[in-house]
Each structure stands twice: as structure tokens, then as C-alpha cells.
């Protein structure tokens, strides 16, 4: 881990605190079936989200605390918590690699 910065090369409110980071406001999300498409406005990207990656999408955007994502990943699919807090920490490092999260005002 990198001292003078944040882990896993995330802004603190996003290691912290869900509710510190929000969806972009130039992405557009539409779930179809178990799956949600993102469109990026701005760069005209497409992602495509699995039915795991939509509900962390799902969770951020409603502001969920760290904390109560793991919670409720771990109950919605029955993994232990250190495989929720890896999964959750994984996506978000891709999300925010991809623009796709921004900072709450």
C-alpha cells in the first residue's frame, strides 16, 4: 500500500463511505433483466454490468454506507465477508478507473 495515498488508488470517501461517492452525472443506467447498461455520455462508452456488479451500482447510487453494502452483498449472496469486501473493492476500483463515479457534493 502506497502511505501518502489512499489504498487500492481510490479517494478516501470511497474506502470509507459510500455515501461520499455517487454514479457520474453524465452516466446514463437502464437495467434490462438481471443486467444493467451504462452509457457514458461524455466519452459514448457502453459497459455492460452482470447481475452483482448492477446491485453494487444499485447500492452506491442509493448511498449505502461501505459497511451495508458488504452486509447486504453477503446476505443477497450468501459469500463470507471478506469475499463481499473484496468483490465491492474490486468493482469500485474499476468503476472509478472508467469514470463512472464521482465525488458527492
Do not use: C
Not at 489512499?6 to 434490462?32: D, F, T
Amino acid at each position: 500500500m502506497h502511505e501518502s495515498g489512499p489504498p487500492y488508488g481510490l479517494s478516501r470517501g470511497v474506502m470509507n463511505k459510500v455515501v461520499e461517492i455517487r454514479p457520474n452525472r453524465n452516466i446514463v443506467a437502464r437495467a434490462i433483466g438481471e443486467s444493467t447498461v451504462l452509457v457514458n455520455l461524455r466519452t459514448n462508452r457502453i459497459y455492460e454490468l452482470n447481475a452483482t456488479a448492477s446491485r453494487i451500482w444499485e447500492l452506491v447510487g442509493s448511498g449505502e454506507t461501505r459497511s451495508e453494502v458488504v452486509r447486504l452483498l453477503r446476505s443477497d449472496y450468501d459469500v463470507s465477508a471478506q469475499v463481499a469486501e473484496r468483490e465491492f473493492k474490486a468493482l469500485l476500483i474499476d468503476f472509478e478507473r472508467e469514470g463512472l463515479l464521482e465525488a458527492s457534493a
